[in-house]
């Protein structure tokens, strides 16, 4: 879809490229999902507005005098440069997909214009003649009255024309005076300068930007930076990650004897410690892997027996990951069900400690609550809220996952138990975590996605639900009010989002779930029903 392809062009232009360590840019030595949000919100500002500055010379180097209905627009230098000054991110994402080549020139463009019209519906009239002048489709058009102003207009217009055309057409009418303003968003009512966001698992192939900071090769503080083996061995690793493509399988890692030690190390001390601490749901399907054989003491388990355990449970499965990607790319991969997991080993100094996940901390951690249907529905919910979210939302939705699957505690029969990845999988900060020494507040996702965190000791504030249900129920109030102008759903059956934005796909989905509900219904009368 050409808005599809608008956006994820718009993504290569602004995003990061390259990955990023403390060496060059990235502030925090622990790795932190809020700081990675928080560190590509910053490079994505300051690689935008240089390219932005970038467009807005060239367009003033190459400017040429707009003309709405045959009539050449007059303006004066200063007026000119206020108007270049404003280009806006929409044109310039146009201007640069025109410039790939001839072909990508002429391609046909869907796009919606908001127009605010000065004087009406002559405003309209000369509007219409200028689509029409520049060849363009007029496919949908609605108009009205201006909510602050009932002597101007509104108008809603989808049009089809050239995207060489489009751009033309774009600028005339942002200089016009007969249009208080003009807003351009893509196909499917989403701007083109809304975050690109996958819509098919197989598009999280493009979902691999890393956030490379303590890592053996760059920090000399890292416990395995004198170790060339294990250098050597965590490359080897990351290249097979690189290379893996959806539907494959996961690959096979041979873990060497000192890599089972350490597993059984922190598994050892997870099994003494779970009983006691660990919330009822995790418990549960621990037991599970053990009795499956698949969580054993003495070697580390393949990602893809613990990723055919829990499509079995709760759909979520796995794919390997080089390293630690950027928070975008992390929360995304969530909306369909897919956890992205390293396959590397913490070095065997320390191995009660990583300073950044690895495979033991996400097969330990997340993994049991992942099969678990109520946690694994929470981690889906706020992968898709993610999907097209502005960065600072981004942070947000960062923050109260650290502070939930990563750190999080829950009531369990008046006492308080942990289900965050991070305490399960690290028994120091689990023991902290419920000892009287940190503060514990209610969940409450406006205020936990405002909270500060701590990433050099111990959190000295961790958030409480009530249950799993409960901080579901609260997440789903909150994200409803995010500034997202679309909403999202994930179809099971094709294993795709679609954006709900058209009176076809709601009636899709409002015939899905009457036919779910129907189901239901039968199945509560064939209970009630007296047994003969």
């Known amino acids: 879809m050409a808005a599809v392809a608008a956006a994820q062009k718009n993504r290569e232009m602004f995003a990061i490229k390259k990955s990023y360590s403390i060496e060059n840019g990235y502030p925090a030595r622990r790795r932190s999902l809020v700081d990675d949000a928080r560190f590509e919100t910053l490079v994505v500002k300051q690689t935008k507005q240089t390219v932005l500055d970038e467009a807005r010379q060239r367009a003033n180097d190459t400017l040429e005098p707009e ?8 303006k004066d230098a200063e007026q000119t440069t206020e108007d270049d000054t404003g280009l806006t991110e929409e044109e310039i994402v146009l201007a640069n997909a025109i410039a790939e080549g001839p072909e990508a020139e002429k391609a046909n463009q869907r796009a ?7 004087e009406g519906m002559n405003s309209l009239s000369r509007v219409l003649k200028t689509v029409e002048k520049y060849q363009g489709i007029v496919i949908h058009l609605e108009t009205r009255p201006n909510q602050r102003d009932n002597g101007q207009l509104d108008a809603l217009i989808k049009i089809e024309m050239t995207r060489v055309n489009l751009l033309q057409l774009i ?7 007969t249009l208080e303003h003009a807003t351009l968003i893509g196909e499917d009512n989403i701007s083109a300068k809304n975050p690109w966001f996958p819509r098919h698992a197989s598009e999280l192939d493009s979902c691999n930007h890393l956030m490379t900071k303590y890592e053996p090769d760059l920090d000399m503080n890292h416990p395995g930076f004198s170790d ?4 050597a061995r965590r490359k080897d690793i990351a290249e097979i990650a690189f290379a893996y493509k959806y539907g494959e399988p996961v690959p096979h890692i041979e873990y060497t004897e000192t890599e089972n030690k350490t597993w059984n190390a922190v598994f050892t001390t997870v099994c003494e410690l779970m009983p006691k601490h660990a919330c009822a749901e995790y418990r549960k399907v ?4 053990q009795e499956e054989k698949i969580f054993t003491p003495h070697k580390v388990p393949q990602l893809e027996e613990m990723s055919n355990f829990m499509k079995k449970r709760t759909g979520f499965t796995l794919r390997p990951a080089a390293g630690l990607l950027t928070a975008r790319d992390f929360l ?4 369909f069900r897919i956890f992205q997991s390293t396959q590397y080993v913490r070095h065997t100094k320390t191995p009660f400690h990583t300073p950044e996940p690895d495979c033991i901390h996400e097969i330990l951690g997340h993994m049991p609550l992942l099969a678990d249907p109520s946690f694994a529905q929470f981690s889906q919910e706020i992968g898709l809220a993610s999907l097209g979210a502005s960065d600072e939302e981004i942070e947000k939705l960062s923050t109260i996952y650290w502070f939930t699957v990563e750190f999080g505690l829950c ?11 991070g305490l399960l999988s690290a028994y120091g900060e689990l023991l902290h975590a419920l000892s009287e020494k940190p503060e514990h507040r209610a969940f409450d996702p406006a205020k936990t996605a405002l909270q500060p965190y701590q990433d050099q000791e111990y959190q000295p504030v961790y958030y409480v639900a009530e249950s799993i249900e409960d901080m579901k129920d609260k997440f789903r109030r909150w994200v409803s009010q995010m500034s997202r102008p679309f909403e999202v759903r994930f179809n099971p059956h094709t294993g795709r989002v679609e954006v709900l934005d058209s009176v076809d796909k709601l009636e899709s989905l409002a015939h899905q779930l009457n036919t779910e509900i129907m189901h239901l219904t039968n199945a509560i009368n064939k209970m009630k029903a007296p047994v003969i």
């Open 228 to 231: 060339k083996e294990y250098r």
């Open 171 to 177: 600028k005339g009418l942002r200089q016009s005076g």
């Open 286 to 289: 621990f037991k599970i892997l």
């Open 332 to 335: 995304a991969s969530l909306a």
């Open 411 to 421: 009531k369990e029969n008046g006492e308080t138990r942990a289900y965050g990845a």
């Open 67 to 74: 003309i709405i209905d045959d009539t050449p627009i007059q």
């Open 112 to 118: 919606a214009l908001i127009l605010r019209l000065r």
